[in-house]
């Protein structure tokens, strides 16, 4: 009788070790943010915004194995933490290949890509003899097929533009007011070409034309843009 309680006993000492066992182990919050981040990291296919998040998923989840590793077993979660790593990772490598390969095929044969910001805008006017003119550096892709992007500045009509006016950001063409004459492009479109507005960023390419501004304060645009191409930016690098 002695045997077959000892036996019980030891049975029921066998389940509850086994309770145990497979007890429930709480799962950081980490884990399942870096799994979120892993997930939404898909966005990285298309934008620098993508690949931020997937550079995030990566941290958080490796903090999150990083403390389930020493915890020395009491948290749970290692698959949930490893699979963030895993989707992030995954993510910022093909979004960075994919928006490489994107980068070095967009601009159309035969055009030059310029930076709005950097090679137009940020060059100041000369002052010589009272007579201002456009910056040298400017002068140089005068007349020259070019390459770049910025944001349409809206107006009443938003489709089948003809002409529009080319900012070189979103401050400036939603928030900013009316921009500064060096900030901006009217592009015109030729042939039967057309375009719709647009919010985000757009690629434009043409003739590029260069004209000295008449006066000081003029808001007529000072460069100008034979449109020959014209489409919703497919990256958002410049």
């Known amino acids: 009788m002695s045997q077959v309680l000892d036996g019980s006993n030891h049975s029921l000492h066998n389940s509850f070790d086994g309770q145990d066992e497979f007890s429930y182990k709480p799962v950081p919050p980490t884990a399942v943010v870096g799994l979120v981040l892993g997930l939404f990291s898909f966005i990285a296919l298309f934008g620098v915004i993508g690949l931020g998040i997937a550079v ?37 490598i093909t979004g960075v290949c994919y928006q490489t390969f994107v980068y070095a095929h967009e601009v159309p044969e035969g055009y030059r890509r310029i930076n709005f910001a950097s090679d137009i805008s940020a060059k100041d006017f000369v002052q010589k003899d009272g007579v201002t003119s456009v910056n040298p550096d400017v002068m140089k892709i005068d007349k020259q097929k070019v390459f770049l992007k910025g944001y349409m500045y809206p107006t009443r009509q938003d489709k089948d533009l003809q002409t529009f006016v080319l900012v070189k950001d979103n401050q400036q063409c939603c928030f900013g007011g009316q921009p500064d004459v060096k900030d901006m492009i009217l592009v015109e479109m030729q042939g039967n070409k057309r375009a719709d507005f647009y919010s985000g960023l757009v690629s434009v390419a043409g003739e590029f034309k260069a004209e000295a501004p008449k006066q000081v304060g003029d808001l007529h645009p000072v460069y100008q843009l034979k449109g020959t191409h014209f489409e919703q930016a497919r990256t958002s690098y410049r």
């Not at 590793?69 to 990772?89: F, N």
């Open 56 to 92: 995030a998923g990566i941290v958080v989840s490796l903090i999150s194995l990083l403390s389930i590793r020493r915890s020395g077993g009491e948290l749970g979660g290692k698959m949930v933490a490893r699979s963030g790593v895993i989707l992030s990772t995954f993510f910022l």
